[in-house]
């Protein structure tokens, strides 16, 4: 069973920057991503990038975060930029194997203020 970690959450002021990190146990060879889930609200895609690099991202977040990943060190980083208060809410790290299996971290808080 492979396990995922984040960090890299935390409070920053609108317009600031936090780079989230996840490390996974084992090798993955699908596609890895991150979600979020604001207060009151389903968790939803915000990135994902597959073991090859290509990469997608929720339309709210284009232009400002930036998804990437070390295959190597089966870890996966998300830069967010220019954040915005609205971004606020627990971001999990997500891993895929080829064969469907799927794991989660247990999540990070990012707090923006505005």
Known sequence: QVQLMESGGGLVQAGGSLRLSCGASGNIYGAMGWYREAPGKQRELVATISRGGYETY????????????????????????????ED?????CNARQLMGSEYWGPGTQVTVSS
Do not use: A, C, E, H
């Open 58 to 85: 929720t339309d709210s977040v284009k232009g400002r975060f930036t998804i990437s990943r070390d295959s190597v060190k089966n870890t996966v980083y998300l830069q967010m930029n220019n954040l915005k208060p």
């Open 88 to 92: 606020t809410g627990v971001y999990f």
